[in-house]
T-cell receptor
Framework: AQTVTQSQPEMSVQEAETVTLSCTYD???????LFWYKQPPSRQMILVIRQEAYKQQNATENRFSVNFQKAAKSFSLKISDSQLGDTAMYFCAFMKHTNNNAGNMLTFGGGTRLMVKP | DTEVTQTPKHLVMGMTNKKSLKCEQH?????MYWYKQKAKKPPELMFV???????INESVPSRFSPECPNSSLLNLHLHALQPEDSALYLC??????????????FGAGTRLSVL
């Protein structure tokens, strides 16, 4: 079984500054995917960024980037130039690669509540 | 369009009521999911449908009954719920693994209160 741990229940950052959210995971799988999802007060889970384990290059999406350390089983999210709209709960999630049609299960970490302050 | 639509947004029901939650997507996704999320906790998987067939049931009590009438629609029928079933119920969908990306797209959820 996989486990995902987010060690920072709450964080805050000043607007325009940079913040890093931590995530570690435990798995015996070699082929998998990692995700960061954002859930603002509006409740909708929104995909922030996705990383494939076989890719060494870290994924980036505009102001969001990850530091993926496969050997250390670490997957942190860096948010640059923080904006008020980044205030949300952030979930790190793991998905095992499958070769069947059964659907893909996400294992979520406990979440980090991020507050961006003006 | 990456939209998953859930109705209703809010639902209040008594323990003897029967109600249904609805989820719809028109992205051609063939896998659909129901999650339960309690306050300040991560979502917990309940059911997975793949190609309109139930593929995963995470030992959910029988008072929750999922249904997938077609590839675009997913229902969750509720009957004789308990107050501890009050939560946010999220629906998600994704492409089948053969079609590449396995990203799950989520709806905004139904906030359920059981009195």
């Amino acid at each position: 079984a996989q486990t995902v741990t987010q060690s920072q229940p709450e964080m805050s950052v000043q607007e325009a500054e940079t913040v890093t959210l931590s995530c570690t995971y435990d798995t015996s799988e070699n082929n998998y995917y990692l995700f960061w999802y954002k859930q603002p007060p509006s409740r909708q889970m929104i995909l922030v960024i996705r990383q494939e384990a076989y890719k060494q290059q870290n994924a980036t999406e505009n102001r969001f980037s990850v530091n993926f350390q496969k050997a250390a089983k670490s997957f942190s999210l860096k948010i640059s130039d923080s904006q008020l709209g980044d205030t949300a709960m952030y979930f790190c999630a793991f998905m095992k690669h499958t070769n069947n049609n059964a659907g893909n299960m996400l294992t979520f970490g406990g979440g980090t509540r991020l507050m961006v302050k003006p | 369009d990456t939209e998953v639509t859930q109705t209703p947004k809010h639902l209040v029901m008594g323990m003897t009521n029967k109600k249904s939650l609805k989820c719809e997507q028109h992205m051609g996704h063939r896998a659909m999911y129901w999650y339960k999320q309690k306050a300040k906790k991560p979502p917990e998987l309940m059911f997975v449908y793949s190609y309109e067939k139930l593929s995963i049931n995470e030992s959910v009590p029988s008072r929750f009954s999922p249904e997938c009438p077609n590839s675009s629609l997913l229902n969750l029928h509720l009957h004789a719920l308990q107050p501890e079933d009050s939560a946010l119920y999220l629906c998600a969908s994704s492409q089948s693994y053969r079609r590449g990306t396995n990203i799950q797209y989520f709806g905004a959820g139904t906030r359920l209160s059981v009195l």
